[in-house]
């Protein structure tokens, strides 16, 4: 597979404007991270590495890109693999082409929603009707999704979408039929950095490992993801509605 993605320099901040911590991030390092674990050979193509400053409050982290960098053209029809995984900070890999690659298509709508300039904003996406027909797989969050032009959306239940909704789980649609998979445990954490691509990575693995249904590969992703959120949290504490990690 072919992985179209980038890495960032992420600073977190609380909301006094204090320095929390500075670390490696972005999509690009999540998503490779956890395709290594599941030894999944990818070929990674990535855009500039990015400064993104993070806002951590208490109903979870909104980002911001103070440099935007310059869109790159990608040459579609040079990428050989049969997969293709797009997910992004901003809008930095231009889809125009997108419908000359050949084989399928999973895309993150995260970066291209994302306005960048103020945390947390979001922006209106709508993309060429060849991009969309292209994209076999789109995933977001509930919010992220509303920035897609309806039509769209309904378009893309006949093939596959993902809905995710945090810890309440997620929603897919599978060639038009509806499933919901929860996870089994609940995690409290202001620090989900990273969880959207682990669980994107895992559910792609496991979709080329099995061929099998996109349910199955979503419950394995959710698996995964509450995993990576327990070992970020290691100081968690049971509680009587499952497993609560709160952030030290």
């Not at 901003?90 to 291209?112: H, T």
């Not at 991009?131 to 032009?149: D, N, Q, S």
């Not at 945090?166 to 929860?182: A, E, H, L, Q």
Request: glycine share 8%; hydrophobic share 40%.
């Amino acid at each position: 597979m072919t992985i179209l993605s980038t890495f960032a320099a992420d600073t977190l901040k609380d909301k006094n404007g204090y320095i929390i911590s500075r670390t490696i991030g972005g999509p690009a390092f999540y998503l490779s991270k956890a395709l290594e674990a599941d030894k999944v050979p990818y070929e990674l193509r990535t855009g500039r590495k990015m400064n993104v400053e993070i806002l951590v409050k208490k109903n979870g982290e909104f980002g911001r890109i103070p440099l935007k960098p310059i869109s790159k053209k990608v040459k579609f029809a040079d990428i050989n693999t049969p997969l293709l995984i797009i997910s992004t900070i901003l809008d930095e890999f231009k889809l125009a082409d997108l419908s000359l690659f050949k084989g399928k298509v999973f895309l993150d709508v995260q970066g291209y929603v994302r306005d960048g300039k103020r945390f947390g904003h979001k922006k209106f996406w709508k993309a060429d009707n060849s991009v969309m027909r292209a994209i076999f797989c789109l995933k977001g969050t509930e919010e992220e999704l509303t920035y897609i032009p309806a039509a769209y959306l309904e378009q893309q239940k006949k093939k596959v979408l993902i809905i995710t909704k945090g810890n309440k789980g997620s929603i897919i649609f599978d060639s038009g039929k509806r499933y919901t998979v929860k996870p089994s445990i609940i995690i409290k954490t202001r620090d989900t950095i990273g969880a959207g691509d682990t669980f994107f990575a895992y559910v792609i693995s496991k979709f080329i490992k099995d061929q099998g249904s996109i349910v199955d590969a979503v419950r394995y992703g959710t698996r995964k993801t509450e995993e990576f959120l327990q070992a970020k949290h290691k100081n968690g504490k049971l509680s009587s509605k499952g497993l609560i990690f709160e952030k030290s």
